[in-house]
């Protein structure tokens, strides 16, 4: 049997294998010169920082402006992970709906995905108890996902139905 090559950590002193280094293809080494842990620990504690903090917000500003689709797919891939939904919508459905242009609920366009524009396309489910799923996903507005929440599909279009109602009645 092999040992695998291991190489000095210069942060923590630490003898580590070199699958325990990011690649660098900068380095002569064609590795990170910190271990994984300590490039991490690193990382932590700049993004804690208020300069860190600022450049970490610029960064995903930047990227949310040049892919949004991407940045919509993975933050939403992401978040029902952590919510223990299921998530078997493709970057491609993302692509589709963001280039239609406008909300599936009320055919109003949307705004941009970068800042907080609350007419920001924003994935829905239809039915709550299921996850992101092809035939229970839509791209609606983000203002009205958030009035959504977890409310039923119907008792959402009866609260929207009464809403325009009572704004018609007040004109």
């Not at 960064?59 to 919509?72: D, E, G, I, V």
């Not at 223990?84 to 493709?90: A, P, V, W």
């Not at 709906?97 to 007419?119: I, Q, R, S």
């Not at 609606?140 to 929207?160: H, S, V, Y």
């Amino acid at each position: 049997m092999i040992a695998e090559a291991t190489k000095v950590c210069p942060k923590c002193g630490e003898e580590r294998p070199r699958s325990q280094f990011y690649k660098d293809k900068r380095n002569r080494t064609g590795l990170r010169s910190w271990c994984k842990e300590c490039e991490a620990e690193s990382v932590r504690i700049y993004r804690s920082t208020g300069e860190g903090q600022k450049k970490y917000r610029l960064a995903n500003l930047q990227h949310r402006q040049t892919n949004p689709s991407r940045y919509l797919y993975l933050n939403t891939k992401r978040n029902a992970q952590k919510r223990g939904l299921s998530f078997t919508l493709t970057e491609e459905w993302f692509v589709e709906k963001l280039n239609a242009g406008v909300c599936e609920l009320t055919g109003l366009p949307f705004g941009t995905v970068a800042g907080n524009d609350p007419y920001a396309p924003s994935p829905d489910r239809i039915v709550n108890e299921i996850g992101y799923e092809d035939g229970n996903g839509r791209m609606i507005l983000w203002w009205l996902n958030a009035a959504k929440g977890t409310m039923p599909e119907d008792q959402f279009q009866r609260c929207i139905a009464d809403l325009v109602g009572a704004m018609r009645e007040r004109v």
